[in-house]
């Protein structure tokens, strides 16, 4: 059985859409703290990014707020928590190979 890196697998802009989302409900429909939109944002758009195929490279969402401002900061740290679990997902699929 060939070793497959979990960095590896990556979708196209709609499946990586889909799943991000997918990610996104599951993160935020159990019981938690609250988090503000611009941190689920960010969070959507780590798991989208990280899990979309480098040829679509142009369509990677950046960050829509000013440097130094309070929804950069909750952005960015939702992006944090969102590419940790699009990792995980990324772990767990190859794993199911």
Request: net charge positive; hydrophobic share 30%.
């Amino acid at each position: 059985m060939e070793h497959v890196n979990p960095k590896d697998i990556r979708f196209n802009p709609t499946l990586a859409k889909n799943i991000a989302s997918d990610l996104l409900t599951n993160s935020f429909t159990k019981p938690r703290d609250p988090r503000s939109r611009e941190y689920k944002d960010g969070f959507h758009a780590a798991a989208f990014n990280t899990l979309l195929q480098v040829k679509y490279k142009d369509q990677l969402i950046k960050p829509p707020f000013s440097k130094g401002s309070c929804q950069l900061d909750a952005w960015f740290s939702g992006y944090e928590e969102g590419r940790t679990e699009a990792r995980s997902f990324q772990i767990n699929y190859a794993d199911s190979f």
